[in-house]
């Protein structure tokens, strides 16, 4: 079964071609950073047009340098949501669209639950059942996973995503939009010792969180301080510090809470370098696995999408010719195909 994979939920443009015997067969991701950084954020308008650009050429590129014809194809898989709306409506339209035209099914993925299943492209992918840790930019879950389409959500932010805290505080630090890979290198080289900021949320049961306060903390501490070079880099450590110990005590205790010994941790934030140690050590101590996408497919990506979608598919789903866009569709709303 060989799935098209079509991915423009924010400011990537996406597509890939997996298949469900030889595995992926290549990919290609288009960042919109360029067009948003002048803005110090995404601009929907701006990104759904962008989309439309600029989809029809990468999969022409796609298609090019894998050697495979749209004929070959046997289902298409797009993002359907959650995410922004113009930007959603451009992949699902084009992919609704050309399974129409090739008589094939298609199926709208949820772009949380291509993350969540991101890690089954490694060589070594998890058995279910697992906890998955989600950080994106736009969204922070912890849910049970007992297989595809069974997600129990534990905990969920009150406020920002870990993602969006990294940007907007590196913003404060002076870095590009989406600044938080920029803000993880500078934090390689800041003092952990020189600032504490707080651990939102871990002074109370429970698997939520919170993060929009470490955000209000680095600007007072900047403003007391100054926004000296050595300075930064000591408020990114003092933050990545606070957010990557955040994650990784619930983590823990959704491990305990749940009985699980797997740990899949995805979405933009889970490229962090520091998270992804601190991780690994917390398995060692739970006698957990974990099991992260490579860094490519942390972030967005097609990838992620056509293997989702082409598990659907496996299972016969295929949808009507209504096309699907769900700006705030929820991951415990998905049912198992
Ligand atoms: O999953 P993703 O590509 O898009 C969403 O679905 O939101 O996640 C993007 C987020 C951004 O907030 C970006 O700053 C963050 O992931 N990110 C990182 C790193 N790489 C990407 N945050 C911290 N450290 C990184 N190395
Ligand atoms: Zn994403």
Request: a negative charge; one cysteine or more.
């Amino acid at each position: 079964m060989l799935s098209l994979g079509i991915e423009t939920s924010c400011d990537e443009t996406a597509v890939a071609l997996y298949c469900t015997n030889h595995g992926l067969l290549g990919h290609r991701v288009h960042s919109q950073t360029t067009v948003h950084n002048a803005y110090g954020g995404v601009v929907p308008e701006l990104a759904a047009r962008d989309h439309i650009q600029k989809l029809c050429p990468l999969l022409d590129v796609l298609l090019d340098a894998t050697g495979v014809s749209k004929q070959a194809l046997h289902g298409i898989a797009y993002t359907a949501g959650p995410g922004l709306l113009g930007a959603l409506l451009v992949g699902a339209a084009f992919g609704r669209s050309l399974a129409y035209g090739l008589g094939i099914p298609a199926v709208a993925v949820h772009h949380m639950e291509g993350h969540l299943l991101a890690p089954m492209l490694e060589p070594e992918p998890p058995a279910f059942p697992f906890v998955a840790l989600l950080v994106s930019g736009g969204h922070t879950l912890l849910v049970d996973v007992r297989g595809v389409g069974h997600y129990h959500i534990l905990g969920d932010t009150l406020d920002d995503a870990a993602g969006e805290a990294f940007d907007k505080t590196a913003k404060l630090l002076g870095l590009d939009y989406p600044g938080g890979a920029a803000l993880a290198r500078l934090a390689v080289e800041g003092n952990p010792r020189r600032f504490r900021f707080p651990r939102p949320m871990l002074d109370r049961p429970g698997l939520d969180f919170s993060f929009s306060g470490l955000k209000t903390h680095a600007l007072i501490t900047l403003q007391n301080t100054g926004a000296d070079p050595q300075t930064c880099r000591d408020i990114a450590r003092a933050f990545e510090d606070a957010v990557v110990e955040t994650l990784a005590e619930k983590c823990r205790r959704a491990l305990r809470q749940t009985g699980r010994h797997r740990l899949v941790v995805a979405g933009g934030v889970s490229a962090n370098h520091a998270l992804r140690q601190t991780l690994q050590t917390l398995g060692a101590e739970e006698h957990a696995a974990v099991y992260f996408p490579r860094p490519e497919f942390c972030t967005d990506n097609a990838a992620m999408i056509a293997y989702a979608g082409g598990q659907r598919m496996l299972a016969g789903t295929a949808e009507s010719l209504a096309i699907h866009a769900d700006a705030r569709w929820r991951l415990d709303q998905l049912t198992p195909p």
